[in-house]
């Protein structure tokens, strides 16, 4: 099977040019994201977000008559591996969590009315979106547990449960929330998703819960995850979003191009600081020598240079199933860069971090807020061991059990095999003796 991720000439412009846009334009304004605030970061971003819409690279994910440019997972793959050296640049390029996941479920399953009502204006940045899913009570890891319900009255669906995690929930304009709709169904068919407006009765935002990328509780911040309760919200029979019992299938759909996605942001992060450890080793004197000439440093270069390469190999080919074969198709092995890219991103960002001593741990440079940003990775879309487990069951799947309980490859049984096979030849050898 041949895997080729090389891009056409065109798209490549397109890419280095991106390099240059987000280095140049959207790096240095990382570093006064607290001093804009929001509103000032959402205007600092207009002007860029039109450079971008010139090139006809805004929200690229979606479909060419939604504005996208239909590009498939490898080409968004490489997009995103830009995207990712700066936490803001999917802002400027129409496609930031969770909006652009979310644009993508309405492209998906929304109706008619519900994409003018609420994906176009999402598109244009008119308006904010939150995914609201986990719940404080219910392992996230396996949302067949979900506890919050809707029901049916009338005209009408009646929606009581609590959520957290919902990322930019105290900023979205609506939400998309899962809630149970038929408990009595197969466990992957209870769940439905609707569309709620934030300002709907009974809507409320309890808190932006602190966390360690966060720690302090600011609302209207990019980044925040609200806890909200749902207490009889009532919304229209419309504000269903795709089929009623469909929320997982849908939410997979979803999931499984981001997750390719995560994994190159990834990867744009770590290159960032691999880049930051490379350059630390060589002007950085200790004990006679610069850090490049320890052997220790050498190591975490070489070693993050292989993980990374394997991790970005792994996922284009990923993206390139999924291209070529289908999500199903690719199932294993985007559940396999999930935790790996996961896990390279954090140990990357560590080394770099080690490498630049008490500047690295200070807020001095962007380490640590990597180093933050990086633990998170390995429980949101699923934790590691929940992939884990699964890619392991994939494997498993092409194996059996020996009847007899005796291992394949045992050797006393195999050579018992192979004389009763070979006995001829073993005559022969002997009588030679
Ligand atoms: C930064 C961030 C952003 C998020 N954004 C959103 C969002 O926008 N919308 C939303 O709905 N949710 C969001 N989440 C929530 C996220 O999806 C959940 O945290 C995740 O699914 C795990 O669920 P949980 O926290 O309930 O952990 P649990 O399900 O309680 O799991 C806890 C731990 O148990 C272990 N575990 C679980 N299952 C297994 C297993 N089968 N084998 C071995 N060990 C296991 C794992 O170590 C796991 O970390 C976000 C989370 C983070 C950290």
């Known amino acids: 099977m041949a ?26 304004l990382e570093t006064i994201v607290h001093e804009l605030g929001l509103d000032g970061l959402v205007e600092a971003m207009r002007p860029l977000g039109e450079q971008v819409k010139e090139r006809g690279l805004w929200a690229a994910h979606l479909d060419p008559e939604l504005g996208g440019q239909g590009y498939g997972q490898v080409k968004l793959g490489l997009m995103h591996e ?23 479920i309405l492209a998906l399953a929304g109706t008619v009315e519900q994409k003018e009502r609420y994906l176009h204006p999402l598109l244009a940045g008119d308006l904010k979106s939150a995914f609201s899913m986990t ?18 009255d009338g005209a009408e669906w009646v929606i009581g449960g609590r959520k957290w995690f919902s990322s930019n929930g105290s900023i979205a304009d609506f939400l998309i929330v899962m809630a149970v709709t038929d408990p009595e169904a197969r466990p992957h068919q209870r769940a439905s998703m609707f569309i709620v407006d934030a300002d709907t009765p009974g809507v409320h935002i309890l808190r932006d819960v602190p966390t360690m990328e966060h720690p302090w509780e600011s609302y209207g911040v990019y980044g925040n995850h609200a806890e909200i309760a749902y207490q009889d919200v009532r919304i229209p029979a419309d504000a269903l979003l795709g089929a009623r019992g469909a929320g997982f299938l849908i939410a997979q759909q979803r999931l499984y191009p981001g ?56 996922t284009l080919q990923a993206a390139w199933k999924m291209d070529t074969e289908g999500v199903a198709a690719a199932r294993q092995d985007i559940a396999l860069i999930k935790f790996f890219g996961a896990q390279v991103l954090h140990d990357v960002v560590d080394r770099a971090l080690q490498a630049h001593g008490s500047l690295g741990y ?16 390995r429980i949101y879309d699923g934790p590691d061991e929940v992939h884990r487990a699964s890619v392991a069951r994939q494997i498993l799947r092409g194996y059996e059990a020996p009847s007899d309980g005796v291992p394949s490859e045992h050797v006393p049984t195999r050579r018992e095999a192979a004389r009763e096979r070979f006995a001829g030849l073993l005559e022969a050898v002997t009588a030679n003796d």
């Open 259 to 314: 997750r390719i996605h995560h994994c190159m942001r990834w990867l744009g992060v770590a290159r960032r600081a691999f880049d930051m450890l490379c350059e630390r080793s060589l002007y950085r004197y200790a004990h006679g020598s610069p850090l490049a000439e320890k052997q220790t440093v050498q190591n975490w270069i070489a070693d993050s240079a292989a993980h990374m390469q394997a991790a970005r190999l792994m």
């Open 362 to 377: 200070s807020t001095d440079l962007p380490l640590e807020a990597m180093y933050r940003f990086a633990r998170a990775a």
């Open 3 to 28: 895997w080729d991720f090389s891009t056409d000439a065109e798209f490549q412009h397109q890419l280095d040019w991106m390099s240059a846009f987000v280095k140049e334009e959207i790096w240095p």
């Open 82 to 104: 830009i995207l990712g050296s700066s936490p803001i640049a999917p802002l400027a390029f129409g496609n930031a969590a969770p909006d652009s996941g979310n644009s993508e």
């Open 135 to 152: 719940e404080p009570d219910t392992a996230g890891s396996d949302p067949t547990l979900l506890q919050t319900s809707a029901v049916r």
